[in-house]
Each structure stands twice: as structure tokens, then as C-alpha cells.
């Protein structure tokens, strides 16, 4: 292992506290299929009550400093896997046009976990289906890096939904990248009562109208409602062109919703969390309109 670094050994096997990312890399290549990255940590140490088992190894890349790092740029912003809900929310708070993100992570589970709970993680995490800022990006067009030794490549969001589950070992997501535009945006999400609960269904909404409120481009997304977050293709090809009216957009959904196959689970049934889409397309749509 590299000078500066020390491996803290407990019941479980041992964590390896990188000093850098090609620290973190190297040993991520070295532990193959028994390591795994340790960011927020707020997935893993919950994996005994999903009961999951726990790597020999963990790879700790929270004080890497480029992974936390934050860059609003005029073209786009960046930032690091490592960046957590908090931070994220509070840097983008000023920058109207990623509200939709900015609400995403700023409202997602309770205060104490987006205080630790990692950005990369969120969108790492293979059954975690509530991950609020993952149909927010989706909205933004948003694209990730990939690194592993010697090699970075970058893809879109929605090429990484498709292949994380395969990723070799040794790869690491390492930034997220939004380009900026003009634009309104909203989140809605539905939570259970609960504190701290995951939401029954996400709407992430990008929209720009002209001056009479007409849709001349939109992006929606839809997240917590299947095992997977995705595009709404079909309500944005049919809002093209129209008003951007909150109770039509709502009808319209309604109309569609049918193409969704909502996921059962302990917390909400399948039906119901198909049902409360136009809803909160209605309420995202009447955000955006600044109503």
C-alpha cells in the first residue's frame, strides 16, 4: 500500500484508507471481487439487515480530495463521487436551473444520513430503487467518469444504469458531469410518513417553454416507482409543442401511467405507486411554472 495510507482491520475483514485515487484504484484492482469502495457508507453498514454479506475488503476514498470536490463551471459543473447530499444541495442552491438536483439532494432520507451519504454511492448502489438523485440527473442530460487503472472513460448516465451491474472489477465512478443551460426545473417525490423513509415515487423534471409557455424541449424522469429509474419518453414527445398547464400535463400522465409496472414492496404496493405519478407530474410541472 501506498506511504501515508493504514489498514484498520475489524471483525469484518480490513478498510483501506486511500491517500489518492491511483492509491484507491490499485488497491480496488488488488482485492478484485473481495474489495469494494467505502464512501458515506450509509448502503453498506446496512447490509446485515438486508441480509447481504459484507466484503473481505473495503477501499475508503472519502479523503481523496478530487472525489469531494465541486466545480461550477460556465459550460457545466462537476463534482466528485465523494461529494455528499449536503454539500451538493447547499453549492447548488443559487443556481436556479439545477433546482430539481439541488432538491433532490437536499431532501433525500433525514438530515443526518445526507450528511454522509455520497452522490457517487447514490447512483452506485445496485438495489437501492428510492435514490432521489438519480432521476434528477437523468433530467440534466448528466454524465459520469469511470476510472480503473490507467484508463478514464466517460459515458452518459443512462449508458452507466445499463452496465453497472457489470463493471469489472477494479472501476471506480469518480465524477458526475451536468452541462448548464438554460432551463426550468422541479422534484417532485412522494415520502412515506415515516422520517427518514424513501419516497414511494420521483418526478424529475427539465423544461424550457417560450414566451407563451409552450414545451420547446423537455425531460422527464420518473424514479422509485421500478427497480430501475428512466426517461418518460412517451409524456415528452406528447408535451412538445403544448402549454406547459399543470392539470393537462396531469391528464396526459394519467393517460400514460399504464406503462409503468410499479414495484411491490413492504413500504407501498405496485398500483399505488403508478397512481400517484400524475400528481406529482402536476405538482413538478406547477414548480417549474414558478406557481
Known amino acids: 500500500m501506498t506511504a501515508g495510507s493504514h489498514v484498520q482491520e475489524d471483525r469484518t475483514g480490513s478498510i483501506y484508507v486511500a491517500p489518492s485515487l491511483p492509491a484507491a484504484l490499485d488497491a480496488l484492482a488488488d482485492y478484485g471481487t473481495a474489495g469494494a469502495p467505502f464512501a458515506g457508507g ?15 475488503h473495503y477501499v475508503a476514498i472519502g479523503k481523496i480530495p478530487e472525489l469531494s470536490a465541486i466545480r461550477i463551471g460556465k459550460d457545466a459543473i462537476e463534482f466528485g463521487a465523494a461529494v455528499t447530499h449536503a454539500a451538493l444541495a447547499a453549492a447548488l442552491s443559487r443556481l436556479p436551473e439545477f433546482g430539481v438536483l439541488a432538491t433532490a439532494a437536499g431532501s433525500s432520507a433525514n438530515p443526518a444520513i445526507r450528511a454522509m451519504a455520497t452522490i457517487g454511492g447514490n447512483l452506485s448502489a445496485l438495489d437501492f430503487y428510492a435514490a432521489d438523485c438519480l432521476p434528477a440527473l437523468l433530467c440534466l442530460d448528466a454524465a459520469v467518469e469511470i476510472a480503473s487503472q490507467g484508463e478514464c472513460e466517460r459515458m452518459s448516465l443512462i449508458d452507466f444504469l445499463k452496465r453497472r451491474s457489470t463493471l469489472s472489477p477494479g472501476r471506480l465512478l469518480t465524477r458526475i458531469i451536468v452541462p448548464r443551460t438554460e432551463r ?7 415520502p412515506l410518513r415515516k422520517s427518514g423513509d424513501y419516497p414511494v415515487a420521483i418526478v424529475s423534471l427539465s423544461v ?20 430501475a429509474p428512466r426517461r418518460w419518453g412517451r409524456l415528452e414527445a406528447a408535451l412538445l409543442g403544448g402549454v406547459l398547464d399543470p392539470p393537462r400535463i396531469a391528464d396526459i400522465a ?8 410499479g414495484r411491490d414492496s413492504v413500504e407501498a404496493p ?14 413538478a410541472a406547477a414548480t417549474a411554472l414558478g406557481n
Open 42 to 56: 450509509t448502503w453498506i453498514m446496512r447490509a446485515p439487515i438486508r441480509h447481504e454479506p459484507l466484503r473481505p
Open 184 to 190: 426550468r426545473t422541479a422534484h417532485a417525490r412522494l
Open 208 to 227: 424550457n417553454v417560450d414566451a407563451a409557455s409552450r414545451v420547446q424541449a423537455v425531460r422527464i424522469a420518473v424514479g422509485s416507482v421500478e427497480q
Open 254 to 261: 394519467a393517460e400514460l401511467a399504464g406503462e409503468f409496472t
Open 270 to 283: 405496485a398500483w399505488y405507486r403508478v397512481s400517484v405519478l400524475p400528481t406529482l407530474v402536476r405538482r
